[in-house]
Nanobody, 126 residues
Framework: HAQLVESGGGSVQAGGSLRLSCAVS????????MAWFRQAPGKEREGVAA???????SYADSLKGRVTITRDNEKNTLGLQMNSLNPNDTAHYYC?????????????????????WGQGTQVTVS
């Protein structure tokens, strides 16, 4: 049973950068599909990026080129580098693990495949 804790959120000026991190305890993420999601007030939850156990990545089309997802299986952590931030990126960002492994499905962005979720970290861009 995995516990996920996000960190690195905060307030940043438009055009700035942030690096989010997700620390996992209680389980090993090595075989899992891992992903970042976000949700802004009044908006639907959306997938930001996903990364499979072997390192293959997938990104939301609207975010390609501005975000990079990484994983460190030895440290049991997940990262998200975000650049060129704008006010539309303001949201609560969540780390998730599918708890099954092998690969990230083509519908990962819907979120249904992910069993374990962190409490999230707030990102505010002004």
């Amino acid at each position: 049973h995995a516990q996920l804790v996000e960190s690195g959120g905060g307030s940043v000026q438009a055009g700035g950068s942030l690096r989010l991190s997700c620390a996992v305890s209680g389980d090993i993420i090595g075989t899992y599909c891992m992903a970042w999601f976000r949700q802004a007030p009044g908006k639907e939850r959306e997938g930001v990026a996903a990364i499979a156990s072997v390192g293959v990545t997938s990104y939301a089309d609207s975010l390609k080129g501005r975000v990079t997802i990484t994983r460190d299986n030895e440290k049991n952590t997940l990262g998200l580098q975000m650049n060129s931030l704008n006010p539309n990126d303001t949201a609560h960002y969540y780390c998730a693990a599918d708890g099954i492994g092998r690969r990230c499905g083509s519908s990962w962005y819907r979120g249904a495949a992910f069993r374990f979720w962190g409490q999230g970290t707030q990102v505010t861009v002004s």
